[in-house]
C-alpha cells in the first residue's frame, strides 16, 4: 500500500511541476499539451527532469545516512524441544 500511495504521489507531484513550468514558459495556465509550441514544451519537460533528478540525488543523499539495518529477533526458541525426541 505504502508503494501504491508513493507512486501515486510522484506521478501528481511530476504532473504538477510540469504544470507549473509549461504555464511559466507559456505565459498563461495550460490544460494539455496538445496545443502548446513544442520548444515550451520540450523546455518545460527539461526542467521537469532536472528537477526529478535533483529530488533523485536528495533522497540517495538521506538514503546514505541512515545507519545499519537491526537484525530481526528470532522467532524460534534457541533450544530444540526435548520432549519429542527422547522415548519413554
Do not use: C, K, N, W
Request: overall charge positive.
Amino acid at each position: 500500500m505504502t508503494r501504491s500511495v508513493g507512486t501515486s504521489l510522484g506521478v501528481a507531484a511530476t504532473g504538477a511541476v510540469l504544470a507549473l513550468r509549461l504555464a511559466a514558459e507559456v505565459g498563461h495556465p495550460v490544460a494539455g499539451t496538445v496545443g502548446v509550441p513544442a520548444d515550451a514544451l520540450v523546455s518545460s519537460f527539461q526542467q521537469t527532469l532536472a528537477f526529478l533528478a535533483a529530488l533523485a540525488v536528495a533522497a540517495a543523499a538521506i538514503s546514505s545516512t541512515r545507519g545499519a539495518a537491526r537484525r530481526p529477533l528470532a522467532l524460534h526458541a534457541p533450544y530444540p524441544a526435548l520432549g519429542e525426541t527422547t522415548g519413554l
